[in-house]
Every structure is written in structure tokens, then in C-alpha cells.
């Protein structure tokens, strides 16, 4: 029951038995970025699965199966267990965020990506978005969104972002406010904090719940063509 990862367009197979680190400094070699933990993850077999591990201090990782709803924060020391085929992790270090993907065998969790109303008609919960919120969120994750394989992408600054959308930095933040409380009442975490909680904690964040959820997709990207219509 090998398990394999992707990243960067190189493929990776851990056995049972052995145990496979990611990080600065590990297995797989994510970056030489000083803002990665030497070692961050770790991959191991045990009790008859594989499990996944945050073994840094300070950072946490998303992990999303492949419909994207079901989604999990790994903060430093949790644990979970690989119970999908197919998984997507995403984290950020500094102005940088990084995903590979996990495959196995076993399947151990199924999840239908659409839920069928009591009429049937089929649905789905999605976050409901101004579109100029969607902008937002397409512009902070334009680098990762573009990205074809797992890999990384660079998150642009405040300033930046706000170039690019033709706003001011003053309504580009304010429109991060209410996309940052509107998602924090939903029950996002890791998008406020309380005081001393840097800004660009909280942009990568945001990258990555709306990447990792399937909140934003690469077909978005064509609304940084559209003016402000929020």
C-alpha cells in the first residue's frame, strides 16, 4: 500500500514502514525559504493507514479532498488520517504558498460533491460572494491559480494587489475586511486574530481556504479583466 506525492511535476513513493518528511530540510526539499520549518510534515503508516503530521511550531497546513468540501486545518502538532485517494495540501511560509498533492490506494471516505434538495434539484452550499470580493480573492491567488501541477506561487502584497485591481489600498482593505469577517463567521479560521496577527498571515490564508475549497478555480481568473463591480 505505497503511498505517492506530487509536486512540482515530480512524483515521490513512501512504503509502509518508512516515514517521508517535507519541509526545508527533509524528504522532499519543498524551498530553501527561511520561513520553512527544516521539517514541517510528516507521512508515516500506521494502525493499518497513513497518517499526516505537522511537526513544526509555527505554521499550519490546509488539506482538501478532491471536491474540495471537506477541509481540514492542521495546525503545529495535529495528526489526521489519509482516508481519500487523492489529497491537496496547501501552506504558506512568508509571502510564499506551496501545494502538493497525496495519492494512494485505499479510499477509506467517500464524498459526493454535490448535494440532491428534497425537489430534487441538485445544489450546492457555496459562499456567497460580491464581485468585486471574488476579484479580491482571484488577484491574491492569481500566481497559485495559474499554476497547472501542485507547486508554489507568490502572494502579492496589499499594495500590489490593489495596482492590480485598480483600487486604492485603502478600499483594497477594507474589501479584505469584509471578506475576511464573512468567512470568519462562516467559520474559516486562521483569517483574524488578535492583535500583533501580520497581514500577510492572513492573505495567505485566505489563498489558501479559497484555492484548497474550490471557493475561486483557474476559469475565475477572467475577472481580472472586469472593472470593480462590486
Same mark, same amino acid.
Given at each position: ?122 445544489? @450546492? ?16 491567488a492569481e500566481d497559485v491559480l495559474r499554476n ?15 495596482? @492590480? ?6 478600499t483594497f482593505n477594507r474589501k479584505l475586511d ?18 500583533? @496577527?501580520?497581514?500577510?498571515? @492572513? ?28
Open positions: 500500500m505505497p503511498l505517492q506525492i506530487e509536486f512540482c511535476g515530480e512524483w515521490y513513493e513512501v512504503d509502509p514502514g518508512e516515514q517521508f518528511s517535507v519541509g526545508r530540510e527533509a524528504d522532499l526539499v519543498i524551498d530553501e525559504n527561511p520561513y520553512l520549518h527544516r521539517k514541517f510534515l510528516v507521512l508515516q503508516f500506521e494502525f493499518g493507514m497513513w497518517w499526516i503530521s505537522n511537526v513544526g511550531s509555527l505554521l499550519s497546513a490546509t488539506i482538501t479532498d478532491p471536491s474540495g468540501q471537506v477541509q481540514s486545518w492542521l495546525a503545529p502538532g495535529a495528526k489526521l488520517p489519509v482516508v481519500f485517494q487523492d489529497l491537496q495540501v496547501m501552506f504558506s511560509a512568508g509571502s510564499t504558498t506551496y501545494d502538493f498533492a497525496i495519492h494512494t490506494q485505499t479510499d477509506y471516505f467517500n464524498m459526493s460533491q454535490v448535494s440532491t434538495s428534497p425537489d430534487g434539484n441538485t445544489t @450546492r452550499d457555496d459562499v456567497h460572494l460580491t464581485t468585486s470580493q471574488r476579484q479580491l480573492i482571484v488577484a491574491l497547472a501541477v501542485p507547486g508554489r506561487g507568490e502572494i502579492p502584497s496589499s499594495t500590489a494587489t490593489a495596482k @492590480r485591481l485598480g483600487w486604492s489600498l485603502t469584509n471578506v475576511c469577517e464573512k468567512l470568519d463567521k462562516l467559520g474559516v479560521t486562521g483569517l483574524r486574530g488578535g492583535r500583533g @496577527r501580520l497581514a500577510t498571515n @492572513r492573505r495567505s490564508r485566505l489563498v489558501e481556504y479559497a484555492v484548497a475549497t474550490r471557493l475561486v478555480t483557474a476559469e475565475d481568473l477572467v475577472l481580472l479583466e472586469q472593472t470593480d463591480a462590486g
